[in-house]
């Protein structure tokens, strides 16, 4: 596609259930990232996914999160007994591959989530 | 550790004014990558620059330019003749060699009243 997809836009559930996020990169991107943004702050990282290498999940705020990628193209994120801390937008970003420094990463219009 | 400070939560101008978005940034690093972001209301986040640490020179881009300074580790964007449509929230983020992940700063909020 044309841009980064995320869906569902808008997600609303109750405490305690799971909740899967997908993003869908821009075709050709090697590198996935996903991002959390809580109101009126900045983002922060989540986890990166490179190519077949393993992900990197060092942003992930506890054992509740998780994501998968499928080869080179989608990607899910899924949260666990969701707390009311966990409502945010969640973001996805995709680059080229190579070295990340090198490439810009073009966000989705990201996936709000309310915890009620 | 590295991290970015955006000192302005909201800024209000008028129409046609100018006006400067401040960006610091801390890191150990000698090689770094700065960014700038654009988020409208919609939400999406639209990159605007990428500056690597060795190139200190300016930009200009139509009503845009950056103001680079290693010396004071700031990143300054400014819009001159600020419209309507430059209302958003704009990120500055930082990206170290090695690290796979953007550090963003907190985000200036920009309204510019008609």
């Known amino acids: 596609g044309a841009g980064v997809s995320q869906s569902p836009s808008n997600k609303v559930t109750e405490k305690g259930k799971d909740v899967e996020l997908r993003c869908d990169p821009i075709?050709?991107?090697?590198?996935l990232y996903w991002y959390r943004q809580r109101l009126g702050q900045g983002l922060e990282f989540l986890i990166y996914?490179?190519?077949?290498?393993?992900?990197?999940k060092s942003g992930l705020p506890s054992d509740r999160f998780s994501a998968e990628r499928t080869g080179e193209s989608v990607s899910t994120l899924t949260i666990q007994r969701t707390q009311q801390e966990d409502s945010a937008v969640y973001l996805c970003?995709?680059?080229?591959?190579?070295?990340?420094?090198?490439?810009?990463?073009?966000f989705g219009d990201g996936t709000r989530l309310s915890i009620l | 550790a590295q991290k970015v400070t955006q000192a302005q939560t909201e800024i209000s101008v008028v129409e046609k004014e100018d006006v400067t978005l401040d960006c610091v940034y801390e890191?150990?690093?000698?090689?770094?990558?700065l960014f700038w972001y654009k988020q409208p209301p919609s939400g999406e986040l639209v990159f605007l620059i990428r500056?690597?640490?060795?190139?200190?020179q300016n930009e200009i881009s139509g009503r845009y330019s950056w103001n680079f300074q290693k010396s004071t580790s700031s990143f300054n964007f400014t819009i001159t003749a600020s419209q309507v449509v430059d209302s958003a929230v704009y990120f500055c983020?930082?990206?170290?060699?090695?690290?796979?992940?953007?550090?963003f700063g907190s985000g200036t909020r920009l309204q510019v009243q008609p």
């Open positions: 970003a995709s680059s080229l591959v190579g070295s990340p420094s090198n490439q810009p990463q073009h």
């Open positions: 075709s050709g991107h090697t590198a």
């Open positions: 996914f490179q190519g077949n290498s393993a992900p990197d």
């Open positions: 890191t150990r690093d000698t090689t770094y990558y």
């Open positions: 500056r690597n640490s060795f190139d200190e």
């Open positions: 983020a930082l990206l170290n060699t090695g690290r796979r992940a953007l550090t």
